[in-house]
């Protein structure tokens, strides 16, 4: 299951996914759209699997996390606030040829043999007209000289684009090029500069569309959190601290939807914002600051920490939570930003990285990853920006850190107010506040401080649903032999999901379908085990061919009530079915009565 898997592998994958229905087009009928795609029965019940268990694991077997169910519209000043109105954009750059849009970043540098033009002329002018002329340039990157005639073709071609029938190119000069992106890699035309293109989903509220009734769709859950942290913090009476987690839909007009539903415009996000202390906060109250010592998980949350160790905490528990779900640590990257990838107001981030099928390659040629999860130490910064554009107090009041800070020698009072004083002077002048104004309003805050008053900061663990479910596909899709009804080896597709998030639990089979005592037992079967877990009923065609259905579907368990069940071979087994593993294909007998507790533990 390790191993990593290519790119044939990734082709068979998709046409499992909509062969069977997890995974496919969305408006198939007409084509398709895309950058979007629907979940089947499959699919659906994989997804919403996920989700639970995230559920499950952030918000209900924790004291310290709750949950949020925002809009997707909300006011347009959270996207000013949040930075994205202005820098959620991608450089964009269109093929000059075929006009097909592409992300400036993810342009593959060439090398090669590049063809400059410096316009055309209508080689048929009439006699004695002005021919008609384009003094656009234009260049084409070849794989060398030789190849001169694609060269002039395309640059033809893109002449006669702009209006010349029978263009004549003019002032043909070559330049040996290395480790451009200037050029299209698919056809080798010359790209357009970069521009910028922000990402949102524009809209408008209500019947008038102008200016002020624009909206966007959103392109994050997090922006919802710290739009509402005063109001959950308030009602669920909770102190940092604590999170606020959400599940829902983001949307983004990525220019380049790809791979399979990995780059999508509309996805899902499970989002934890976990506000914690300011570091001097923390060493008022505890009297220093731990740091992370040693690799691994930092163990149960302790008063002295601050953002490192619970940065550290939640890279640990996301990566469990992986595991947990079937993903095996060797397939999982953590990969820690450099600081120049870092956004300005980010103190660390780690991507959680999955070898997908279609990663790319480091130089030793093993699968170097893809984002399915971005953990983030936010600073102060996301409250800090709403409480500057909404005109709203986003500070908490803290009773320890106002008595522990009574008890402070002057030194340290002096220490910590400065530390505190450089550190929101920084975000303020950061954020285009003038340096005068920055200053004054830092040592108000500093002051605040002291009496136990402050911006919490953030750890954001930000992950995409559509994501872990392509890489939970990818992780359980296996091939491997199975004896058929005659006991000859034949092929097998096995969806090897973990018990705890595969879409159905266990199919029931009754021996025979044309036997109603032996078809009763199983529906009675069925019907004992449907309240608690997915189940499917299946009846139809050899038991051989009904396994091989249910192994493709990642079916970890399967019941079947044969004669034995009925008591034919007296009562010992009577009231016992046949329960099958999917993986190790080994069958045990078990009593009826048993099968609930059984099954759950397994699959909870
Ligand atoms: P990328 O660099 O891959 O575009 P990102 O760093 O912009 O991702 P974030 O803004 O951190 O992503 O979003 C958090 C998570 O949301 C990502 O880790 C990913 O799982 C998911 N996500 C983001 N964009 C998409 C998308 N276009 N399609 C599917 N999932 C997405």
């Known amino acids: 299951?390790?191993?990593?898997?290519?790119?044939?592998?990734?082709?068979?994958?998709?046409?499992?996914?909509?062969?069977?229905?997890?995974?496919?087009?969305?408006?198939?009928i007409y084509g398709g759209i895309n950058g979007f795609w629907d979940y089947g029965p499959l699919g659906a019940e994989l997804k919403r699997n996920v989700k639970d268990y995230w559920w499950r694991v952030m918000a209900r077997l924790r004291d310290d996390v709750v949950g949020l169910e925002a809009t997707i519209i909300m006011h347009p000043k959270i996207w000013e606030a949040s930075g994205h109105t202005t820098t959620f954009a991608d450089p964009m750059v269109d093929c000059l040829l075929t006009q097909k849009r592409y992300r400036a970043d993810q342009i593959e540098p060439q090398s090669g043999v590049a063809f400059h033009y410096a316009g055309a002329e209508e080689g048929a002018a009439a006699a004695g007209a002005k021919p008609k002329s384009s003094s656009e340039p234009y260049s084409f990157l070849t794989p060398d000289a030789?190849?001169?005639?694609?060269?002039?073709?395309?640059?033809?071609?893109?002449?006669?684009?702009?209006?010349?029938?029978?263009?004549?190119?003019?002032?043909?000069?070559?330049?040996?090029?290395e480790n451009s992106t200037r050029y299209n890699p698919e056809n080798g035309s010359l790209l357009t500069e970069p521009r910028l293109f922000n990402l949102m989903f524009k809209t408008y509220v209500g019947p008038v569309e102008s200016a002020e009734n624009v909206a966007y769709l959103r392109p994050e859950t997090a922006q919802a959190i710290f739009a509402q942290f005063k109001t959950v913090a308030e009602v669920s009476r909770q102190r940092v601290p604590f999170g606020i987690c959400q599940i829902g839909k983001a949307f983004r007009n990525e220019i380049n939807p790809r791979n399979f539903t990995f780059r999508s415009r509309e996805f899902e996000q499970m989002e934890l914002e976990f506000f914690i202390r300011p570091d001097e906060a923390v060493e008022a109250?505890?009297?220093?600051?731990?740091?992370?010592?040693?690799?691994?998980?930092?163990?149960?949350?302790?008063?002295?920490?601050?953002?490192?160790?619970?940065?550290?905490?939640?890279?640990?528990?996301?990566?469990?939570?992986?595991?947990?779900?079937?993903?095996?640590?060797?397939?999982?990257?953590?990969?820690?930003?450099?600081?120049?990838?870092?956004?300005?107001?980010?103190?660390?981030?780690?991507?959680?990285?999955?070898?997908?099928?279609?990663?790319?390659?480091?130089?030793k040629g093993e699968l170097a990853g893809e984002e399915l999860e971005g953990v983030a130490a936010r600073s102060d910064f996301d409250l800090s920006q709403h409480q500057r554009f909404s005109g709203k107090s986003m500070t908490v009041f803290d009773e320890e850190l106002k008595a522990?800070?009574?008890?402070?020698?002057?030194?340290?009072?002096?220490?910590?107010?400065?530390?505190?004083?450089?550190?929101?002077?920084?975000?303020?002048?950061?954020?285009?506040?003038?340096?005068?104004?920055?200053?004054?309003?830092?040592?108000?805050?500093?002051?605040?401080?002291?009496?136990?008053?402050y911006v919490p900061h953030v750890i954001e663990p930000s992950a995409g649903v559509d994501r872990l479910a392509l890489a939970l596909i990818c992780n359980a899709y296996t091939e491997d032999e199975a004896p058929d009804e005659k006991g000859k080896l034949e092929k097998r597709v096995v969806m090897r999901f973990s018990p705890r998030i595969a879409p159905v639990k266990v199919a029931i089979f009754p021996l025979l379908k044309n036997r109603p005592e032996l078809v009763a037992k199983a529906l009675q079967v069925r019907d004992l085990l449907r309240p608690l877990m997915t189940v499917f009923y299946d009846d139809g065609g050899a038991i051989g061919r009904r396994y091989r259905r249910q192994d493709e579907a990642g079916t970890p368990y399967g019941v079947t009530i044969d004669f034995d069940t009925l008591g034919e071979q007296g009562e010992a087994l009577k009231d016992t079915v046949t329960l099958r593993d999917r993986d190790t294909m080994k069958q045990t007998r078990v009593k009826i009565s048993e099968l609930p507790a059984l099954l759950l533990e397994k699959v909870r």
């Open 404 to 453: 522990a800070w009574a008890k402070l020698d002057e030194a340290k009072k002096a220490a910590l107010t400065q530390r505190y004083f450089e550190n929101r002077r920084a975000y303020l002048v950061k954020t285009s506040v003038p340096a005068e104004q920055a200053e004054r309003q830092a040592h108000v805050e500093a002051a605040a401080l002291a009496n136990g008053t």
């Open 146 to 177: 030789k190849h001169v005639e694609r060269a002039r073709q395309a640059a033809k071609t893109f002449y006669k684009q702009r209006g010349l029938a029978d263009p004549r190119l003019l002032g043909e000069r070559s330049e040996t090029v």
């Open 285 to 363: 109250i505890a009297g220093s600051v731990a740091r992370p010592e040693k690799p691994g998980h930092p163990g149960a949350p302790q008063p002295n920490w601050g953002w490192e160790m619970w940065h550290k905490y939640w890279v640990e528990e996301r990566l469990a939570f992986y595991e947990q779900i079937g993903l095996p640590r060797a397939s999982l990257v953590e990969y820690w930003q450099k600081p120049e990838e870092l956004a300005h107001y980010a103190r660390a981030t780690v991507d959680i990285l999955y070898k997908f099928p279609f990663s790319k390659r480091n130089a």
């Open 1 to 28: 299951m390790v191993e990593p898997k290519t790119q044939d592998v990734m082709e068979r994958i998709v046409s499992l996914c909509k062969r069977r229905g997890l995974v496919f087009q969305s408006s198939e």
